[in-house]
C-alpha cells in the first residue's frame, strides 16, 4: 500500500511543475475537440465530446459549464436563420509593432475561423428583434483591442439607431495588452456609445460567462440595465492571481464567482444555459415599446 | 548614465559651486569665473541629461517620490480649496481627494488622485491606488459640478486602481465603469491631466475628459511596465524593455492623438520648481476653460464623443 501511494506521488510531481502550461493546454482541447474524448477538470470523468455538445457544452456527468465559441452561442440563443453579422472584416493592425503580433492573430484566425474576438450582428430571439455581441475566449483570451471594441461600439451605435436592445456576452480576460493604450480606450469609446443608447431609453442586457475579467468588467460588463451571469463564472476587475500576489494571501473559496457577485449585489440574476433564451425573450418582452 | 547619475552628479556640482562661493566671500577671492565655468557645466549636463531621456526615465520620474502630488498643485493652482469627503455609500478614500475651489475667482471642481509624501503618508492613502468608493466620490463631485454648473478639473497619478479582496467586493469593475460611463455624457467641461502615473483603467476613469493633457515627464499606459512585461514575458524585470515597446510617454501618447497637450517641466522635471509647474498647469487650465465654457453643451458632449470615437487602430 504505501510503495503505491509512493508511485503516485511520483506521478503527479512532474505534472504539478507544468501547471500553467498544462492548463493552456487543455483549455485549448476543450475548445477545439480533435479526438472524440475529453476530460472534465471538475469531475475527472472522460466524456464524450459529442455528449457535450448536445447537452450545451456541459458536462453530462457533473454538469460543469465548458466554455462556449461565438457561434455555439449564437446558435443558442438567436433563432434559426435570422442572424445578420455586422463589421465581419474588420481586422486587427498592430499600433504598438508589437513583435509577432500578427503572427498571433493570422494563427488565431487559422484556428479558430474568427476574424477576432468578438462577433457583433442582429437577429432574432423567439422573433424579437434586438443586437446581439459575443465574445469568444479562444482567441487570445478574449481580449478588447481596437477591433473588439470598435466592433461593440458600431454594434451599439446600430441598436441605438434602429431603436433596438442590445445584448453582449462577455467572456474575456480584459484588455488587450498587444495594442497598449489603444485598448485601454475601448473600455471609454464601448462605455460612451451604451451611454447614448441608454440615455434614449432603450435596454442593454449584459450576459457574463467565464471568464470576465480586467478592462472588460471595467466597462460594458457591469453597465448592463440588466446583467445576468452563467453559473460560476469567473467575474472581477483583477485576476485571482494579480490579486493573491497583491495581497500575499490565498483567496477563499468561490471568491469572484459568480454567486459571489450576486451575493455583493453585481449581478442581478444567475441563469442556467439552458433558461437563457427564455430568460431573455421575457426581459425583451417586458421591455418591448 | 541613467537621470537619477546625472541628478546625482548634478548635486555635486551644486555643493561645490555653493562651497566656492562661501569660500571666495570668506577669504575674498575673486573666484567668479571658476564658478561661472562650474554653472555652465551644471546647466548643460541638466539639459543633456533630458536630451536622451528613455521612457524607463520617464517612469521613473513619474514615480519619484518627490515629484509634485495633486495636493501640491491643487493648493499653488486654486484659491479657497474646500476638500469634500466620503462616497455617501461606504467611506471616504483617502488615494482619491476632492473638493470645491475658485480658479481666478470662477468656481470649479477638483478631483485628483493623491500620492503620499513618504511611507506613513502612502499608507494612509494606498499609494494613490483607489478602492472603488473612491471613484464614486469623484463621480458624485462630478455630478455636484454638473448641477452647479461648473466644470470639473481631474489630476490624475496612480499606478492603478488597488487589487484586493475589499476593492473585488465592493466592485472595482463596475465603479469604474460607471465613471466612464458617466463621464461621457457629464454636461459640463472635464479637463484631465495625468501628473505623475497614469496606470490603466483606474487612471481612464477620472479620463474621459473634453480635453486630456500630461505633463512632460508623466507616463500614461494600459498597466504598469512591470505587469505588462510579466503578462506577456512571464518576466517582470524586462520592465524597461516594455516600458519602451509600450509607447508610454507623453510625446507618443500626443502622437497617436490620445491626449491633446503636453504641459511642459521645469528642466529636471516637475520636482525641480513646482511652483513654475503649478503656473504652467495653470495658465493652460485658465486658458482652455474659458474656450470650453463658450461652447453650447450638446457641441461639447458630441466633441467628446467624437474625441473618444476616433480612437483605435483598425483596417475596415
Known amino acids: 500500500m504505501i510503495n503505491l501511494f509512493k508511485k503516485r506521488q511520483y506521478v503527479t510531481v512532474p505534472q504539478k511543475v507544468d501547471k500553467k502550461e498544462e492548463r493552456e493546454e487543455k483549455e485549448v482541447k ?44 449564437i446558435k ?40 477576432e474576438a468578438v462577433v457583433t450582428g442582429e437577429g432574432k430571439i423567439k422573433g424579437t428583434d ?80 467565464d471568464p470576465t475579467t480586467g478592462g472588460v468588467t471595467a466597462s460594458f460588463a457591469m453597465l448592463g440595465d440588466i446583467i445576468i451571469s452563467e453559473p460560476n463564472a469567473l467575474i472581477g476587475f483583477a485576476g485571482p492571481r494579480v490579486i493573491e500576489q497583491t495581497i500575499k494571501q490565498k483567496l477563499p473559496e468561490g471568491f469572484q464567482r459568480a454567486e ?15 433558461n437563457l433564451k427564455e430568460t431573455l425573450y421575457q426581459i425583451l418582452l417586458i421591455h418591448r415599446g | 548614465m541613467n537621470i537619477f547619475e546625472i541628478e546625482k552628479a548634478s548635486e555635486e ?111 494612509k492613502r494606498n499609494f494613490g491606488m483607489p478602492h472603488p468608493e473612491g471613484y464614486r466620490k469623484a463621480l458624485r463631485l462630478m455630478k455636484q459640478a454638473e448641477k452647479f454648473k461648473r466644470p470639473v478639473i481631474c489630476f490624475i497619478d496612480t499606478p492603478g486602481a488597488f487589487c484586493g479582496i475589499g476593492s473585488e467586493e465592493r466592485g ?24 505623475g502615473e497614469g496606470g490603466s483603467g483606474g487612471a481612464l476613469a477620472l479620463a474621459v475628459g473634453d480635453r486630456v493633457w500630461m505633463l512632460e515627464h508623466a507616463i500614461y499606459s494600459i498597466l504598469s511596465p512591470e505587469g505588462f512585461a510579466s503578462i506577456l514575458w512571464k518576466d517582470a524585470s524586462k520592465a524597461k524593455e516594455a516600458a519602451s515597446l509600450m509607447k508610454l510617454t507623453a510625446q507618443d501618447l500626443l502622437d497617436f492623438g490620445i491626449i ?15 511652483d513654475e509647474t503649478a503656473k504652467s498647469i495653470k495658465q493652460s487650465l485658465v486658458d ?7 461652447l453650447d453643451i450638446e457641441t461639447l458632449l458630441n466633441s467628446r464623443y467624437e474625441k473618444f470615437r476616433r480612437m483605435g487602430k483598425f483596417l475596415e
Open chain 1, 30 to 73: 476543450v475548445n477545439i475537440p480533435d479526438g472524440l474524448f475529453t476530460k472534465c477538470d471538475d469531475c475527472g470523468k472522460i466524456v464524450l465530446k459529442e455528449d457535450i455538445e448536445k447537452n450545451l457544452m456541459k458536462c453530462p456527468n457533473c454538469n460543469k459549464y465548458f466554455r462556449m465559441t461565438a457561434w455555439q452561442r
Open chain 2, 172 to 195: 472595482q469593475g463596475e465603479a469604474i465603469a460607471r465613471n466612464l460611463f458617466e463621464m461621457s455624457n457629464l454636461k459640463t467641461p472635464i479637463i484631465s491631466i495625468v501628473i
Open chain 2, 13 to 123: 556640482l551644486k555643493k561645490k559651486i555653493k562651497e566656492l562661493k562661501e569660500f571666495s566671500k570668506l577669504q575674498n577671492i575673486d573666484l567668479s569665473s571658476e564658478i561661472e565655468i562650474l554653472e555652465n557645466k551644471l546647466k548643460e549636463l541638466q539639459r543633456d541629461s533630458f536630451k536622451n531621456i528613455t521612457p524607463w526615465d520617464k517612469v521613473l520620474l513619474a514615480r519619484k517620490i518627490e515629484r509634485p502630488t495633486s495636493l501640491d498643485l491643487i493648493k499653488r493652482i486654486f484659491d479657497n480649496f474646500i476638500e469634500l469627503h466620503g462616497d455617501r455609500l461606504y467611506k471616504d478614500d483617502a488615494a482619491i481627494l476632492g473638493g470645491i475651489a475658485l480658479l481666478e475667482g470662477k468656481p470649479v471642481t477638483v478631483i485628483g488622485q493623491q500620492k503620499g509624501k513618504n511611507t506613513e503618508e502612502n499608507i
Open chain 1, 76 to 115: 443558442l440563443i438567436i433563432d434559426e436563420g435570422t442572424f445578420l453579422e455586422y463589421d465581419k472584416d474588420l481586422s486587427t493592425l498592430n499600433p504598438l509593432s508589437y513583435p509577432d503580433y500578427e503572427g498571433k492573430i493570422k494563427k488565431l484566425i487559422d484556428e479558430t475561423g474568427l476574424k
Open chain 1, 260 to 274: 459571489f457577485l450576486l451575493e455583493h449585489g453585481f449581478v442581478d440574476l444567475i441563469v442556467e444555459r439552458e
Open chain 2, 260 to 274: 491633446d497637450r503636453i504641459i511642459k517641466e521645469p528642466i529636471g522635471g516637475a520636482h525641480r520648481d513646482v
Open chain 2, 288 to 294: 482652455e476653460l474659458e474656450l470650453l465654457r463658450n
Open chain 1, 130 to 209: 434586438c443586437v446581439i455581441a459575443v465574445m469568444d475566449s479562444r482567441f487570445l483570451m478574449g481580449s478588447m483591442g481596437s477591433v473588439v471594441g470598435e466592433k461593440i461600439t458600431r454594434a451599439v451605435e446600430r441598436a441605438t439607431e434602429k431603436r433596438l436592445p442590445v445584448i453582449i456576452f462577455t467572456a474575456s480576460g480584459g484588455a488587450r495588452m498587444q495594442e497598449g493604450i489603444f485598448s485601454l480606450m475601448q473600455m471609454a469609446k464601448t462605455s460612451a456609445a451604451l451611454k447614448r443608447h441608454s440615455d434614449l431609453g432603450f435596454l442593454y442586457v449584459s450576459v457574463l460567462t
